[in-house]
């Protein structure tokens, strides 16, 4: 099985096209139905606003999707979450979605360069000498030192800002990291956090990201306390499902929002199908497709050119499965990270109970734009291998594939989010969340808190309305 991308987005012309019919009115309209938006929704609705979503694809969600593979739901986008995102564990509980740990119970196996491990639950670092492990805790040292001159808030204003975002991560590593299997293990990291390569990322951008996630180690990890601690039964997207079940607001799939104009008291979203109106608009888009609409009057110069410069990782995401988990039967939980293979990392995401084995792990960065055009059949043996070189020979016999491509997918334009190269976020970074009139924006990358994440994508909801409220207060 492998997911249909999502259609192409439609070239802009040279010549306007006929103005669309008037569309609906409320008193603000929400462009984009991912977590984001839902969290503006909902907000804006319980104070008692009416309220219009506006989405291009046919499903709510964004970056987080639905699908089923060998009779179990699945995500084909984000599917995780950490003990330190209280926003995100507390509404799936509201809403009747449950958690369970992501399965590591056993030895992970992988290789880093040269050297193979195997080693109990994640713990590889045991693994790769004791040198290694000495400097590995050194460069963990330096990286928390650097985040003390980091305010997530705004990562721009520290007095060490500029010169910090004049490094790429891999200058700063060829400096300051001596031990080729320690810089080999960055690499990794960067890669399968970001979804970019090392030389494409500014190292304030990388700290900033770090900060808002609460340092590097919780960000790299499966057991309490990591990132990727919790899975959700049923998937993620249930809780965007039922966020969206919830709303009395008007939703509105298949409506890309073509252009943002502002009039006097008010202000008009144009889709192919209506011009709509508002009081306010809250734009919670990825910055790709954010910066292909047309804004009137014209977004501030720092805004533009902070858009030109946010890049969206590169990423295939693949789920595997088997009539058992047969890997725990060698005393393995299923986990990959070989620095040395397009397809890594891997996970066991194996619900409790369920009748088949799944695994689930990533193409990344430039492993993804290169097996991008290789096309299916040429991924799924590629991670066929993977998983039977580490995991043995059962696992050559899948009942079931599936993967999404991100980078094919036209409404986020890759994931998981958007990073910074050298030099944007300290000269532009104070037009992140700034609203341009009655125009605001959400989305993961305008968070303070788990930018990247879809508990930043919650914050980011409250808070843009938030400014709405405000705004609305303020007015005579």
Same mark, same amino acid.
């Given at each position: 099985?492998?997911?249909?991308?999502?259609?192409?987005?439609?070239?802009?012309?040279?010549?306007?096209?006929?103005?669309?019919?008037?569309?609906?009115?409320?008193?603000?309209?929400?462009?984009?139905?991912?977590?984001?938006?839902?969290?503006?929704?909902?907000?804006?609705?319980?104070? =008692?606003?009416?309220?219009?979503?506006?989405?291009?694809?046919?499903?709510?969600?964004?970056?987080?999707?639905?699908?089923? *593979?060998?009779?179990?739901?699945?995500?084909?986008? =984000?599917?995780?979450? =950490?003990?330190?995102? /209280?926003?995100?564990?507390?509404?799936?509980?509201?809403?009747?979605?449950?958690?369970?740990?992501?399965?590591?119970?056993?030895?992970?196996?992988?290789?880093?360069?040269?050297?193979?491990? !195997?080693?109990?639950?994640?713990?590889?670092?045991?693994?790769?000498?004791?040198?290694?492990?000495?400097? *590995?805790?050194?460069?963990?040292?330096?990286?928390?030192?650097?985040?003390?001159?980091?305010?997530?808030?705004?990562?721009?204003?520290?007095?060490?800002?500029?010169?910090?975002?004049? !490094?790429?991560?891999?200058?700063?590593?060829?400096?300051?990291?001596?031990?080729?299997?320690?810089?080999?293990?960055?690499?990794?990291?960067?890669?399968?956090?970001?979804?970019?390569?090392?030389?494409?990322?500014?190292?304030?951008?990388?700290?900033?990201?770090?900060?808002?996630?609460?340092?590097?180690?919780?960000?790299?990890?499966?057991?309490?306390?990591?990132?990727?601690?919790? #899975?959700?039964?049923?998937?993620?997207?249930?809780?965007?499902?039922?966020?969206?079940?919830?709303?009395?607001? !008007?939703?509105?799939?298949?409506?890309?929002?073509?252009?943002?104009?502002?009039?006097?008291?008010?202000?008009?979203?144009?889709?192919?199908?209506?011009?709509? $109106?508002?009081?306010?608009?809250?734009?919670?888009?990825? /910055?790709?497709?954010?910066?292909?609409?047309?804004?009137?009057?014209?977004?501030?110069?720092?805004?533009?050119?902070?858009?030109?410069?946010?890049?969206?990782?590169?990423?295939?995401?693949?789920?595997?499965?088997?009539?058992?988990?047969?890997?725990?039967?060698?005393?393995?939980?299923?986990?990959?990270?070989?620095?040395?293979?397009?397809?890594? /990392?891997?996970?066991?995401?194996?619900? /409790?109970?369920?009748?088949?084995?799944?695994?689930?792990?990533?193409?990344? =960065?430039?492993?993804?734009?290169?097996?991008?055009?290789?096309?299916?059949?040429?991924?799924?043996?590629?991670?066929?291998?993977?998983?039977?070189?580490?995991?043995?020979?059962?696992?050559?016999?899948?009942?079931?594939?599936?993967? $999404?491509?991100?980078?094919?997918?036209?409404?986020? $334009?890759?994931?998981?989010?958007?990073?910074?190269?050298?030099?944007? *976020?300290?000269?532009?970074?104070?037009? #992140? $969340?700034?609203?341009?009139?009655?125009?605001?924006?959400?989305?993961?990358?305008?968070?303070?808190?788990?930018?990247?994440?879809?508990?930043?994508?919650?914050?980011?909801?409250?808070?843009?309305?938030?400014?709405?409220?405000?705004?609305?207060?303020?007015?005579?």
């Amino acid at each position: 099985m492998t997911a249909d991308p999502a259609p192409p987005l439609p070239a802009r012309r040279a010549a306007r096209p006929a103005e669309p019919a008037p569309g609906a009115q409320a008193d603000c309209i929400v462009v984009g139905a991912g977590f984001a938006g839902l969290s503006t929704a909902t907000v804006l609705e319980a104070a =008692g606003l009416s309220v219009l979503v506006l989405e291009a694809r046919d499903r709510v969600g964004g970056r987080v999707e639905a699908a089923t *593979l060998a009779g179990q739901p699945i995500d084909l986008g =984000g599917m995780w979450a =950490g003990p330190t995102q /209280p926003a995100l564990l507390a509404l799936a509980e509201r809403l009747g979605v449950a958690t369970f740990p992501t399965p590591l119970d056993g030895r992970s196996r992988g290789r880093v360069g040269d050297l193979p491990f !195997e080693a109990e639950g994640e713990a590889f670092e045991d693994e790769i000498g004791l040198v290694s492990k000495l400097r *590995l805790g050194l460069l963990i040292h330096k990286i928390n030192r650097l985040l003390r001159h980091v305010d997530a808030d705004a990562p721009w204003e520290g007095a060490r800002a500029a010169a910090l975002d004049r !490094e790429t991560v891999a200058s700063w590593a060829a400096r300051e990291v001596g031990d080729r299997t320690v810089r080999r293990l960055l690499d990794f990291v960067v890669r399968s956090v970001f979804c970019a390569e090392p030389d494409d990322l500014s190292l304030l951008f990388f700290l900033f990201y770090l900060k808002s996630a609460g340092g590097l180690e919780v960000l790299i990890q499966a057991g309490p306390g990591g990132a990727q601690n919790l #899975l959700f039964h049923g998937g993620l997207h249930r809780i965007a499902a039922r966020m969206h079940d919830g709303l009395a607001a !008007e939703t509105r799939l298949g409506e890309p929002a073509r252009a943002v104009r502002q009039r006097a008291g008010g202000v008009e979203v144009v889709t192919p199908a209506g011009r709509h $109106r508002a009081d306010r608009v809250v734009v919670a888009v990825p /910055p790709a497709l954010c910066a292909a609409v047309e804004f009137s009057p014209p977004l501030p110069a720092p805004r533009r050119e902070l858009l030109k410069r946010q890049t969206t990782g590169a990423c295939v995401k693949v789920w595997v499965a088997y009539p058992r988990p047969f890997w725990r039967d060698r005393g393995l939980n299923g986990g990959v990270a070989d620095d040395t293979r397009p397809f890594s /990392p891997v996970y066991d995401a194996t619900p /409790p109970g369920a009748s088949v084995g799944l695994l689930s792990g990533f193409f990344d =960065g430039e492993a993804a734009v290169e097996w991008s055009d290789r096309g299916t059949d040429a991924r799924r043996d590629e991670v066929v291998a993977t998983l039977a070189e580490h995991l043995g020979p059962g696992a050559q016999n899948p009942i079931g594939y599936a993967e $999404r491509d991100w980078t094919r997918e036209a409404w986020s $334009r890759g994931c998981y989010g958007a990073y910074l190269p050298p030099g944007a *976020l300290s000269k532009y970074g104070a037009a #992140l $969340r700034a609203p341009h009139g009655r125009v605001h924006w959400a989305g993961t990358e305008t968070a303070t808190v788990w930018s990247g994440y879809v508990e930043g994508a919650l914050q980011s909801g409250r808070r843009a309305a938030e400014e709405v409220l405000q705004a609305r207060a303020a007015e005579p």
